[in-house]
Nanobody, 135 residues
């Protein structure tokens, strides 16, 4: 069982920055597909970004491309989301998600752009951290 704990949310003015963290309870090494999702108030959950911990490629939703950056600190088993140039429409509960996908698995190819639209496909989820962006 993998536990994910997000932190770093808060309130910020438009144009500001925040960095979210997602601490995993296991050694995520090079065998996990990890992602950030968000759920704006009154709307459905949507994918933000996804990365496999053993593969360097990263994928982003068009709405955050160029502003958000996903990164990983394997030594700390922590996933990050650096959010710059925040906009009011970025206001949402942000969730970290993970799924065990070893690099030898045929499922490795699924840890890519298309995974952002599969909002319930990950096995493990954090409790979420709120991000509020005001004008």
């Amino acid at each position: 069982q993998v536990q994910l704990v997000e932190s770093g949310g808060g309130s910020v003015q438009a144009g500001g920055s925040l960095r979210l963290s997602c601490a995993a309870s296991v050694n995520i090494g090079s065998s996990y597909c990890m992602a950030w999702f968000r759920q704006p108030p009154g709307k459905e959950r949507e994918g933000v970004t996804v990365q496999h911990t053993g593969v360097g490629a990263t994928y982003y939703a068009d709405s955050v491309k160029g502003r958000f950056t996903i990164s990983l600190d394997s030594a700390k088993n922590t996933l990050y989301l650096q959010m710059n140039e925040l906009k009011p429409e970025d206001t949402a509960m942000y969730y970290c998600a993970a799924e065990y996908v070893p690099t030898w698995s045929r499922r490795l190819a699924t840890c890519a752009q298309g995974r952002l639209s599969m909002t319930t496909s990950f096995d493990y989820w954090g409790q979420g951290t709120q991000v509020t962006v005001s004008l």
